[in-house]
Each structure stands twice: as C-alpha cells, then as structure tokens.
C-alpha cells in the first residue's frame, strides 16, 4: 500500500520517474471528477431545490451605506433613505421570485415603474438596479461601480431618494440573495400665484419611520447551508492544489537526480496551472442586472 502510493506522488524507476498522478489516466480522472462535481451541483439544484443556497452578509443598511460613501466621494449629495421606495424594491425581488425570472421586466410585461406605483410613490425620474448571488456588500458594490449603467444610477445628481431591497428566496431552484436598489425623486409641482411662478414638492411618499435596516430581509433566514460557488471553489482548489503539490515534487526529484526527460517543462506545467487556481480563487461570485 505505501509503495502503491508513493508511486502516485513520486517519481521513481518503477512508474519510469513520472508520478502516476501527472499521467494522461490520472489527469483525465480528476478532470472527470470536476465535472461529476458540476454536474451533482446543478443535479442538486432541480431535483432538491432549494438545498444549495449563500449565507450572505449583506444587509440594507450597508448598502445604504457603500452607496453614499460612492456619491460623497465624488462630492455628491447623499440619497436619503426612503422606506415606501424600500416596499417598491422589495416587491420587485418578491416577484422575480414568486414568478422565477431574473430581469428588470417580468415576463407578464411588468416593468420596475409599475412596482413604484404599486406603493404610491410618485416620481419625476426613477431607476433600478439589481444584483443576486453576492456574499459581501462590497464585492457588491465593487460589481455595481465596474458596470456603467449600474454606476450612472449610483452618482445620478437627478436622484435624491433610494430604497433597498435585500430578499432571500429561491431563484431557479437556488437559494439566493436578492438586492434591489430602487432610486427616485418626488414629483415637483408648479403653481401660481400672483402672477409669480412658485415652486412646491409634493410630498406623495408616506412618512419615515424609525427601522432597523439590517432586518431587511423579507425571505427566509440570512443563513443557508451551503454554497455553490463555494462548493466549486473548494473542489477546483483540491484537485489543482494536489496536482501543483505533485509537480513541485516532480521537479525537485529530477533535478536532484539529474533525470532528462523529452516532456514538457515541469516549471511551466506549475505556472500555468496557478494561473488557473487563482482563476478560481477569484471568480467572480455574484451577477448584476
């Protein structure tokens, strides 16, 4: 047994000083075993959905938050928090949920509008964003920022009011996180008296009240038990660890005992399977819309 295994990771005159785990049979089972990996996940998600789900640490309150710090560092006005504009954005995450879709119309032809109308809110201009699968605010935030379209309602001087939704629900057949932003500014009227052109706002949202933003959360618990992009991350890091581990091995055992081999580079084999690994490291974890 300790034999058959030192043959797996070391090269040695037996395995014709090639570790058996660097052969095309090996590799191919590892690979072989990702996918089956992949696939048990997406298995998971239509036969139980559901069971696969993120934890996720976001919370409206550090939304809020992360928003103004982006509009005050380029000298803009904080949006003030609005918690009708909130309803609005909550329903919108409810009903991509309740109809399972991912998009700012819904597949009935509902658009973002119809859901600020939903709650009284009158606008004179109005936007959305949306965002799912993100673990952290700032890895949120970060996505938003990178995305111009996203930005542009961020740092819109148009904008005075916003409302977060942060919804947990299933999507898809995967628990997920929601976040909606919805931003808007109350319509202004014109009137006259006197001759004299008069500016008023009409106040048509309903009066703040004192919430705790960090509970905003109308789905669900925070916690769920597993995550996928976890789950993918932690395989894809084992198997491409395991592999580096062995070609470091690979090397210093040749060039300790002086082996010539008509192969590949062993240092180029480690560096480009780093390059991977830190592929996977960093993959992206959410999706914005």
Known sequence: MKHSLSRLFIPQEKNNFRA?????????????AYLINQSFIKYLSIVKPGVLGYSSEITAQKVLDQTNQQRTKLGLTALKYNSVLSQSAAKKAQDMFAN???AHNSPSGTTPWDFFKSVGYKYSVA????????YDTESLMKAWMNSPTHKANIINTKYQEIGI???NGTLGGIKTTLVVQHFGTPVVQ??????KSVVTSEVVTQPETSIDLSSNVLAESQSQPINPLNLTKIFGVIIFSLIISVLFIDGYVTLKKGIHRMTGSTVSHIGFLLVILLFILYQQQGVIF
């Open 20 to 32: 058996d785990l660097l052969k095309n049979s090996f590799l191919f089972l590892l690979v072989f």
């Open 100 to 102: 399972n879709y991912w």
């Open 127 to 134: 936007g959305e964003n949306l965002a799912r699968d993100f």
């Open 165 to 167: 939704g942060v919804v």
């Open 190 to 195: 014109v009137a006259e008296k006197n001759d």
